[in-house]
């Protein structure tokens, strides 16, 4: 059976996650979050004790036999280390540090690759990522680039700790952001970076329908 790619890339707090989810219920495919198979990584690594920066200790982790599989309970995805579902704990602004660590190192990805593409051969995907369109699925039918401004994203994530009673310092989150978007756009393996033929998307004057109808309208 062909099987129908849509590739989503962009940098963090762009709305990856809640457009490609969405999108994804509207076409009715399954919606892969590749960021929560390096953070699922990133947690196996912080538990073995690694601290940031320790890269030559990650192959152990993954010599070690460790499995991230990934399981759909009514269209949500899940994400498992050793069969333990992790999606929660994955979610914290340590495991967003430790998933840009990992992320960066040629054995990780490496390790997480066939799982990806094997998803989109079995599937019809919306995957998210940095580097679907560009490396994963190179031959996706749909590629879109969806980025917004520094301001808007860090506002975004403001609004949303504010809104869970969390304290925090708007300079701080956009610091964070930027810090990230360099780690990731500067890295040497599968940098975050637009493929050629990626339609750009650039939400910060959008509503999250708006982008929605926006990929959607490019998938029909
Ligand atoms: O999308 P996210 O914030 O959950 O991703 C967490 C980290 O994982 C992010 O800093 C970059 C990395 N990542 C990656 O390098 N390649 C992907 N396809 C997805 C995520």
Sequence with gaps: MKTIAVAIDGPSGAGKSTIARAAAGHLGFVYVDTGAMYRTIGLAVCRAGIALGQTERIQSVLDSGIQVSLKYEQGVQHVLLDGEDVSASIRTPEMSKYASFVSAVPA???FLLQTQREMAKTHNVIMDGRD?????????????????????????????????????????????IQERD???????????????DAVLVDSSDMTIEEVVNTICSHCK
Aim: net charge negative; proline share 3%; glycine share 4%.
């Design 132 to 176: 679907i369109g560009t490396n994963i699925l190179p031959n996706a039918d749909v590629k879109i680039y969806l980025t917004a401004s520094v301001e808007t994203r860090a506002k975004r994530r403001y609004d949303e700790l504010t809104e869970k009673g969390e304290n925090c310092d708007f300079e701080e989150i956009a610091r964070d």
């Design 108 to 110: 990780v990805r490496a």
């Design 182 to 196: 360099a780690r990731d756009m500067n890295r040497e393996i599968a940098p975050l970076k637009k493929a050629d």
